[in-house]
């Protein structure tokens, strides 16, 4: 069985159009992506994004994570150098239907998220007997 | 008929170059123009700016332990360096890795002060994986209104 091919292969670009409502560009945040025997872990890179600020929504099979970004600078800042030119992260994911999208659990420190997406029980991997005839 | 296209009434084209100029100006340098120290948009990405009395530099560093952000002004030169481990450090046999996009190791950057900023007073702060470093500028350099005394006969 192809377990999570489609979480690896589809990022924010191919991410339905609905998802991209607002007009508004927004940076792709990198990630890395881990599977063990009881789930994947996800983490992300999303420098400048509080608590409050960060959205995760799982609607159907379609994870998505999007956040403001909010520096908190004077307002008289007149910017002379940008390399951050978006005001907001985006990305999305197909998750497979052996992962538990009820039981997500994210955590938020200096502007890494890590999330974990545990198997459902029944998708763990069993080991099978070979029983001989 | 006007005699030419550059010469439309109501001035349209300079108003197209002042919005292009206002964006240049709001927008940084792009395309063909870099940064000599930062051709390869490095690690942290940074965003410059200038207020009245400071220049403010914003270093998207996130996972970093602030106390371990090595920060140095020299000669002009802010250097910011450190290292950053993203990969788990030990790694269970049954694992499968998708995706390693997050910058692992080491990183430098050296950002180019202007003239006018004072090494002796910067400061620096850590919140939500954004560094921001603030130089002062130093005294003489902040626009001073200079009073006009009225002739005398």
């Given amino acids: 069985m192809s377990t999570t091919q489609e979480v690896v292969t589809r990022a924010a670009a191919q991410a339905p159009q609905e998802q991209r409502q607002q007009n508004v560009p927004a940076l792709i945040p990198p990630v890395d992506i881990v599977e063990d025997d009881s789930g994947i872990t996800l983490s992300a890179d999303l420098p400048g994004v509080s608590r409050e600020a960060l959205q995760i929504r799982v609607d159907g099979d379609t994870l998505t994570l999007e956040a403001p970004i909010q520096l908190g600078e004077a307002s008289e800042l007149e910017p002379v150098y940008v390399e951050r030119r978006a005001g907001r992260y985006l990305r999305s994911f197909t998750l497979s239907r052996e992962l538990d999208s009820a039981n997500v659990a994210a955590t938020l420190k200096d502007g890494v998220l890590t999330l974990r997406l545990p198997k459902l029980e029944q998708a763990r991997p069993r080991r099978i007997e070979v029983r001989a005839s | ?153």
Avoid: H, W
């Fill in chain 2, 1 to 153: 008929m006007y005699p030419s296209l550059l010469s439309f009434p109501g001035d349209l084209f300079a108003e197209f170059d002042a919005l292009q100029r206002q964006m240049d100006r709001l927008l940084g340098p792009r395309g063909n123009t870099s940064s000599i120290r930062a051709v390869e948009r490095g690690f942290p990405a940074v965003n410059i700016g200038n207020t009245p009395d400071a220049v403010e530099v914003y270093a998207f560093a996130p996972g970093i332990d602030p106390g371990k952000i090595e920060l140095t002004v020299d000669k002009g030169l802010l250097t910011i360096a450190g290292e950053r481990r993203t990969a788990p450090p030990e790694t269970a046999p049954k694992t499968n890795v998708y995706a390693r996009e997050r910058v692992d190791g080491a990183f430098r950057r050296v950002i180019a002060l202007p003239e006018d900023a004072d090494p002796e007073r910067v400061d620096a702060s850590y919140r939500d994986g954004v560094l921001r470093i603030r130089v002062q500028r130093r005294e003489a350099a902040r626009p001073r209104r200079i009073e006009v005394s009225g002739a005398t006969a």
